[in-house]
């Protein structure tokens, strides 16, 4: 079962930035990485339905931003090892949610959370000042 672990929220002042983490582990097969998942970056604020903020390809690393945070946000992978991030730039009091990282095994990337069958427990950020 694959074991997703977010990391790197908090609370950051309006314009600043802030880099989560989503470290996977549990490969059931040897050789798979997380290379071979998709990886989405999804946020629920209070009161709000959970929507999909950027996605990561599993064959080609093709990249995928909700309008809401383009050109402010940056999914990539980790060089090695078994992490994507989310670099977070400019941010806005109308981010604050809690971050949840999900993985789907040679996903083609999606913002669609039906997309994706492992979950991380999820990091909260707040943008106030």
């Known amino acids: 079962q694959l074991h997703l672990v977010e990391s790197g929220g908090g609370l950051v002042q309006p314009g600043g930035s802030l880099r989560l983490s989503c470290a996977a582990s549990g490969f059931e097969t040897p050789g798979i990485t997380l290379d071979y998942y998709s990886v989405g970056w999804f946020r629920q604020a209070p009161g709000k339905e959970r929507e999909g903020v950027s996605s990561?390809?599993?064959?080609?690393?093709?990249?995928s931003y909700a309008d809401s945070v383009k050109g402010r946000f940056i999914i990539s992978r980790a060089d090695a090892g078994n992490t994507v991030y989310l670099e977070m730039n400019s941010l806005k009091p109308e981010d604050t949610a809690v971050y949840y990282c999900?993985?789907?095994?040679?996903?083609?990337?999606?913002?669609?959370?039906?997309?994706?069958?492992?979950w991380g427990q999820g990091t909260q950020v707040t943008v106030s000042s």
């Open positions: 999900a993985a789907q095994y040679y996903g083609m990337g999606s913002l669609f959370d039906f997309e994706y069958n492992n």
């Open positions: 990561i390809s599993s064959q080609d690393n093709t990249r």
